[in-house]
């Protein structure tokens, strides 16, 4: 079965250092999705891409956080610099036309 | 805006226990409606669905039941097994977005 892949699986940086999260969706959906999940919430998203175009990114934090899927395959989330409040689950998801989304496994980011 | 109100946790039963996680939500339109599990250190998985008003989604014998009049979506269980524990989480889709917004989560833990 197909799957979204998502790496590293877990990261623990100091505030302040600039990280970044890769994924690369389920070959052939063209709409990609990474979501926020704070501990104890529910997800939300930061960005939607279709192909390699932003679709909606405002509640991205635009001043720390970027977003690119540059061949509108897979996808790279750079925080720079990383604050303490930053600490979350980072989710990606793809689908395609008719069909939900396929999460991936997430990215646990710890700040420190 | 779109939201999502689930019943806080955590909730705690014995297994065969009869279970039931409240949802209910705010939509314009007409939305689509959902019920994800996320076991611990994984990614969210599509437990049910439905996508029109008294639509029952159901899988693993989880059931849910789509009720326009009272804006709910709530999870039932009759028989809940110990590796059900897991959190989950309500959420809608809505509008040409295809964006998916999510309730808080419920822990459910479940005792042999």
């Known amino acids: 079965e197909a799957e979204v892949a998502q790496s590293p699986r877990y990261k623990i940086t100091e505030k302040s250092q600039a990280v970044a999260f890769w994924c690369d969706p389920i070959s052939g959906h063209a709409t990609l999705y990474w979501y926020r999940q704070i501990l104890g919430q529910g997800p939300e998203l930061l960005v939607q891409f279709q192909d390699e175009s932003v679709v909606d990114d405002s509640q991205l934090p635009k001043d720390r956080f970027s977003a690119e899927r540059l061949k509108g395959v897979d996808s790279t989330l750079k925080i720079q610099p990383a604050e303490l409040g930053d600490s979350a689950m980072y989710l990606c998801?793809?689908?395609?036309?008719?069909?939900?989304?396929?999460f991936g496994p997430g990215t646990r980011l710890t700040v420190l | 805006g779109d939201s999502v109100t689930q019943m806080e946790g955590p909730v705690t039963l014995s297994e065969e226990a009869f279970l039931t996680i409240n949802c209910t939500y705010t939509a314009t339109g007409y939305p689509s409606l959902f019920w994800y599990v996320q076991y611990p250190g994984e990614g969210l998985q599509l437990l049910l669905k439905a996508t029109k008003a008294d639509d029952k989604g159901s899988n693993k014998g989880f059931e849910a039941t789509y009720r326009k009049e009272t804006t709910s979506f709530h999870l039932e269980k009759g028989s809940v097994q110990v590796s059900d524990s897991a959190v989950y989480f309500c959420?809608?889709?809505?509008?040409?977005?295809?964006?998916?917004?999510f309730g808080s989560g419920t822990q459910l833990t479940v005792l042999p």
């Open positions: 959420a809608l889709l809505s509008g040409s977005a295809r964006q998916l917004t």
């Open positions: 998801a793809s689908s395609s036309p008719g069909t939900l989304g396929i």
